[in-house]
């Protein structure tokens, strides 16, 4: 039953305030009326809320992402739901309610709502950056104006479906390296925190002169254990800082050139770069998207800021009136047999089937740059450990032989 807040005079004229509980205000007047109270105001109270522990609990640790597969999942569904003539806000709507991710069921159950209030698929999804990328919604906008949605959900799948395996070869690529270097550093820190201190104590007994092996390791285990906690705060500062930088626009910029020019592993994201691009391009083309609003999407879908600089670079000498292959070879990105393939397809008209070409062909440099890449990490490990071991031994082993020998030399 609501609380009303009243406001009234009484018999004698003198204001009066309070409270009461009815089910309707007209029904608190009249209450009021009753008891020679004349009312002037009535106005409900907010009802208090009891602040559930648990379900705030449960809204913070929500997860508030959809994934790589959610996404497919949904394009095939609305693939299918479309072909079959299901109507749009009806799709959404269905898909909204069975979803188990809560915020992807929040996110359709918006664009369900924004779709019934007139508004275009596009422009539904583009409200929901987060979920929807700007080639997402291109993509959507060229299948509502050309009548092919379907076709437009299901080329999406299939990019994203290509976008997962990729992904899929780079953790399994690195997996193991990963793993190995975690190992190392495991092994070093309990090495300095607890074993080399232990000998070190039995070291100082002797009194004797150590090898500069051992007095390395030594000093720099007195200094892990003594400023591990000065360590772990520049360490944490450190992190921080960076990824701080990486957010703003120039630190992104100069950091993703910098992954270009890592060793081992530098080319392969400029591959990966490059294949995204061209499928993309490839795709969007194909759909009818024109190439200027093809290369500016582009530029900001390649996953790479330097790349999409020189993406957007393109685009501007397009504007100058310049051929696609120009421009091309005037950014550097592509090899001479790349641009070969593209002025091909620039003379012919079927760029878009020759672009796909270029996807294959450099998915397939990927393909094999992953599956050797352990292979290439594997030595620059061995080697690493094999130093690691080579240290310790002088450090500690050395010692204890010389003690050995000058302990049987005096017997």
Request: with cysteine.
């Amino acid at each position: 039953m609501p609380t009303f807040h009243y406001t009234g005079r009484d018999r004698s004229g003198a204001k009066v305030t309070g409270t009461l509980e009815h089910t309707s205000a007209d029904a608190a007047a009249s209450d009021l009326l009753a008891r020679q109270i004349t009312p002037l105001t009535i106005d409900v109270l907010a009802e208090r809320v009891q602040v559930d522990v648990m379900a705030l609990a449960r809204e913070k640790l929500r997860r508030k992402r959809v994934d790589l597969d959610e996404l497919i999942i949904f394009c095939r569904q609305m693939f299918s739901l479309s072909k079959a003539g299901v109507p749009i806000i009806r799709a959404i709507g269905g898909l909204a309610e069975s979803h188990r991710n809560l915020f992807f069921r929040e996110v359709l159950q918006a664009v369900r709502a924004d779709l019934e209030s007139g508004q275009s698929m596009a422009v539904a999804l583009y409200a929901h950056p987060k979920v929807f990328n700007s080639l997402f919604v291109s993509m959507v906008s060229v299948g509502e104006n050309t009548g092919q949605l379907d076709q437009a959900f299901k080329q999406l799948s299939t990019y994203l479906e290509l976008e997962r395996e990729t992904r899929k070869r780079i953790k399994q690529a690195t997996r193991y390296p990963i793993f190995v270097m975690v190992a190392m550093g495991v092994a070093l820190a309990v090495i300095n925190l607890f074993v080399i201190p232990a000998f070190s104590k039995v070291f100082a007994q002797f009194h004797a002169q150590l090898p500069w092996a051992t007095r390395v390791l030594i000093g720099t285990s007195d200094f892990f254990r003594d400023w591990w906690w000065l360590l772990g705060i520049g360490l944490a500062g450190g992190l921080y800082g960076f990824f701080r930088w990486i957010e703003t626009e120039p630190g992104a910029l100069r950091w993703d050139r910098i992954k270009l020019r890592l060793p081992i592993v530098g080319p392969i994201f400029e591959r990966i770069a490059l294949a995204r691009f061209t499928r993309t391009f490839a795709m969007m083309y194909r759909a009818g998207v024109p190439l200027l609003q093809t290369l500016s999407i582009n530029s900001a879908s390649v996953g790479n800021r330097y790349i999409g600089q020189a993406i957007l670079g393109m685009r501007e000498g397009i504007e100058r009136g310049e051929a696609l292959t120009r421009t091309a070879s005037a950014s550097g990105l592509f090899t001479p047999l790349v641009l070969q393939m593209m002025a091909v397809g620039e003379e012919t008209g079927a760029l878009d089937d020759l672009f796909v070409e270029v996807a294959d062909f450099y998915e397939q440099e990927v393909d094999y740059d992953l599956k050797q890449l352990a292979d290439a990490i594997e030595p620059i490990l061995i080697v690493a450990m094999g130093v690691m071991v080579l240290v310790l031994a002088l450090g500690v082993f050395l010692p204890m032989w010389e003690l050995a020998s000058a302990a049987r030399g005096g017997a």
